[in-house]
């Protein structure tokens, strides 16, 4: 069991940077792959960025590649997205979760577990 929490979400102007956390609790973080996403109202829930646990590799959704960069550091349970250049079509709520795949999932059926979400909102 993994629970995860997101932070780092706000209100922000258009061309600034947010960086999300998110915080695992739980066994085995380390084995995980770790996943972003996002879901603005009235929208299907997207694949923003998500790294493996082996290696570890990376996947970026063309919509964020380049301004968005995701990161993890074991030793502290956490998973970062790196969001700069934002733009007012970013905002959404924002949420992380955890697949026990070895592969980069980037589908939301093969995640297992997921944060609450944290609210980004961009400024024009």
């Known amino acids: 069991q993994v629970q995860l929490v997101e932070s780092g979400g706000g209100l922000v102007q258009a061309g600034g940077s947010l960086r999300l956390s998110c915080a695992a609790s739980?066994?085995?973080?380390?084995?995980?792959?770790m996943g972003w996403f996002r879901q603005a109202p009235g929208k299907e829930r997207e694949i923003l960025a998500a790294?493996?646990?082996?290696?570890?590799?990376?996947y970026y959704a063309d919509s964020v590649k380049g301004r968005f960069t995701i990161s993890r550091v074991n030793a502290k349970n956490t998973v970062y997205l790196q969001m700069n250049s934002l733009k007012p079509e970013d905002t959404a709520t924002y949420y992380c979760?955890?697949?026990?795949?070895?592969?980069?999932?980037?589908?939301?059926?093969?995640?297992?577990?997921w944060g609450q979400g944290t609210q980004v909102t961009v400024s024009s």
């Open positions: 979760a955890a697949s026990t795949l070895i592969e980069v999932p980037t589908t939301p059926i093969k995640y297992d577990y």
């Open positions: 739980g066994r085995a973080f380390s084995t995980y792959a």
């Open positions: 790294i493996s646990w082996i290696g570890p590799r990376t």
